[in-house]
């Protein structure tokens, strides 16, 4: 069962994809509207939180709840729904939407539109860390930091690709390695590393899928430690990675589990989830949430279908 002809609560980040004018948010009802749903919009403007806007929604009954954003609106929004028995809907309309590219979602409006309309329902997995929901994943030590500078840079009136390059270079020159011990499986396994990685279910690390993955309802957490030990090592694997030429034995080491700790002596973290960063205390907890989450995929894509 899809979305057509039920009303759908759509909630949009009015900061993605075009839709900070009222009419960008009304040519995006009428686009539903051509595919036969009856969208309730739900309008999120900068400082506001999409899970609240989404808890709301269930509240007041809603079955299917639309995310019109980028990956962290959809993260928010994804985060409200598990094991409820409502329905994820996602409108790609942010930066990389790696979240919708993973399961086949089409990026233009229009057809994503009538995957709504006309799609299949899959049940899929989350991942989380210390009782946070992740959709895509999260990761600990240089992208976190990136992160955090490129806010300060955008707080001083950045441009928003002036403050992402100027972030990376702040957080390669300052390079935090982490010193941890990470369990998992009944290994203990103790090093030092810049960044590690946790995806929801298995990453692509080579070839022109690299980034990408090829299921979400494999139950299990992919855990990569970068091995580099400079920012020009970093760098060179970086590079790599974006041509799809990393080796695994060489450049990363990787655990697939379902659940996972890490330990550092820092009482507190930052930690980064869906693109979103957050100060964490320690020890973490991952783990895997397998079947939790219902979304509207489609319905060609048998391998997601019910």
């Known amino acids: 069962m899809t979305a057509r002809g039920s009303e759908i609560a759509l909630i949009v980040n009015q900061r993605a994809g075009g839709c900070g004018t ?15 749903l009856r969208p309730d919009p739900i309008l999120i403007k ?3 939180d999409p899970g609240d806007a989404a808890r709301g929604a269930l509240r007041r009954g809603a079955k299917t709840l639309v995310a019109a954003g980028g990956d962290g609106t959809v993260s928010a929004v994804a985060s409200t729904l598990l094991d409820c028995g409502a329905t994820l809907g ?28 006309n799609g299949a329902v899959a049940i899929i997995d989350v991942g989380e860390v210390n009782g946070r929901t992740f959709i895509n994943n999260s990761s600990l030590g240089v992208y976190p930091q990136m992160v955090a500078w490129r806010a300060e840079y955008r ?3 950045w441009t928003k690709w002036a403050a992402l390059f100027w972030a990376a270079v702040t957080a390669l020159r300052r390079m ?3 010193k941890l011990r990470l369990t998992a499986a009944g290994t203990d396994v103790a090093g030092v590393t810049p960044m590690i990685f ?7 690390v080579d070839g022109f899928e690299a980034g990408t993955r090829r299921r979400l309802d494999g139950g299990r957490l ?3 430690a970068v091995k580099a030990s400079t920012p020009s ?27 996972a700790w890490v330990e550092t002596k820092r009482r507190w973290v930052r930690v980064s989830m869906d693109g979103e960063v957050a100060r964490m205390e320690t020890p973490l907890h991952y783990r895997s949430r397998p079947g939790a989450l219902r979304v509207i995929v489609p319905a060609k894509e048998s391998a997601f279908e019910l």
Do not use: W
Request: proline fraction near 3%; aromatic fraction near 8%; charge should be negative.
């Open 46 to 48: 900068k400082g506001s």
């Open 22 to 36: 009222s009419s960008a948010v009304s040519e995006l009802i009428a686009t539903l509207e051509r595919c036969g």
């Open 198 to 204: 946790i995806g929801n279910n298995q990453y692509e």
């Open 233 to 259: 090592g970093l760098i060179h694997q970086s590079l790599l990675a974006l041509f799809g030429r990393l080796q695994q034995a060489r450049d990363f080491d990787s655990l697939c589990v379902v659940e």
């Open 222 to 224: 992919f855990i990569y």
């Open 155 to 157: 707080r001083k009136g």
């Open 176 to 178: 935090p390695f982490l």
């Open 90 to 117: 996602v409108l790609p309309m942010g930066t990389l939407n790696h979240f919708a590219k993973d399961l086949q979602i089409p990026l233009d409006i229009e057809d994503a539109a009538g995957v709504l309309a």
